[in-house]
């Protein structure tokens, strides 16, 4: 998109922002002198019953826009009466051509749009907090009181030939994923029940599981492809009334995202999103998982 091009782009995407007013290409105008003088783009419409008219100078070059560009404009927009001023360039402005344009009242802004190839790139900062659980363990409640089994691998307890793990895992997955803390929870058997625990059977009236949570914070810069404008003096993006906004593609397990060492940010915008992750488990679906809860 170079050159007129651009220009068209730019009066596109001006339309958009404002469907109201009347928006057109190569505009000739006489200033005081009677003079014609050419604008890329010119605006018309009403506010509060006024007649409006703004005038856009668009720049398809590689360089950023100098304080001579802005001060032609502005010069040259004064001659026509021009009630507001938008200088539009594809590669952005220096420093002092931003003060220049607050100064004269002139939005230094660039094109944006949905063309990933575009220059310019508008990112957001997302942060996800990720959830997964750590460890679990499990303390038994024995029909006698004096039994005492010590440590015991959680992976070494079993009903009939059921590995009470794999069910714990389900549990976790299935009832508990929502959860952001730690869980402790008691389950009390109907009647006593003869469990194999590290390979010595045992009568329990019940167990208590625990598993702790692993949390950490992941952050990714993720493009925004839109069509619209950035405000160079106020750093801002603008999008017209029903704009659509599309992002960059992510991998869905999040394995692109970096890990953030600090705390989870607030919300500064309605694009800055905070997002909560909680990892499956990987579980053994093909063994014959039974309830524990039933029992």
């Known amino acids: 998109m170079k050159g007129i091009a651009y220009e068209k782009a730019v009066a596109a995407v001006q339309a958009m922002m404002d469907p109201n007013s009347k928006v057109e290409h ?59 001023m938008i200088f539009v360039s594809r590669s952005g402005f220096v420093g002092s051509a931003i003060t220049m344009a607050k100064t004269y009242g002139i939005c230094p802004c660039s094109l944006l749009t949905k063309d990933e190839a575009q220059p310019l790139r508008v990112g957001v900062r997302w942060f996800m907090e990720s959830y997964a659980w750590k460890q679990t363990s499990f303390s038994f409640l024995f029909e006698s009181p004096e039994t005492d089994v010590g440590t015991v691998d959680s992976d070494q307890v079993f009903y009939g030939t059921h590995r009470l793990m794999d069910w714990w895992l389900k549990y976790l997955h299935e009832k508990l994923g929502h959860l952001e803390e730690d869980y402790v929870g008691e389950l009390t058997f109907t009647e006593p029940r003869e469990l194999t625990i590290a390979g010595e059977k045992h009568r329990l009236i019940g167990l208590i599981c625990k598993a702790s949570r692993l949390t ?16 160079w003096a106020e750093q801002k ?58 029992l």
């Open 26 to 84: 190569n505009v000739q105008i006489p200033d005081r002198d009677g003079i014609k003088r050419q604008f890329d783009v010119v605006v018309r419409g009403n506010i509060g019953g006024v007649t409006m008219l703004i005038v856009i100078e668009c720049k398809d070059q590689k360089r950023k826009v100098g304080i001579q560009e802005i001060e032609a404009f502005y010069i040259k927009s004064q001659s026509i009466g021009a009630n507001a």
């Open 216 to 231: 950490r914070v992941y952050s990714k810069v993720v493009d925004l492809h839109f069509d619209g404008f950035y405000d």
């Open 237 to 294: 993006a603008k999008l017209p009334p029903k704009g659509t906004i599309r992002t960059e593609s992510f991998l869905s397990d999040f394995s692109d995202w970096d890990l953030y060492d600090g705390p989870m940010p607030t919300t500064s915008g309605v694009l800055n999103w905070r997002l909560k992750g909680f990892l499956s488990i990987p579980l053994p679906y093909d063994k014959n998982v039974i309830d524990f809860e039933a």
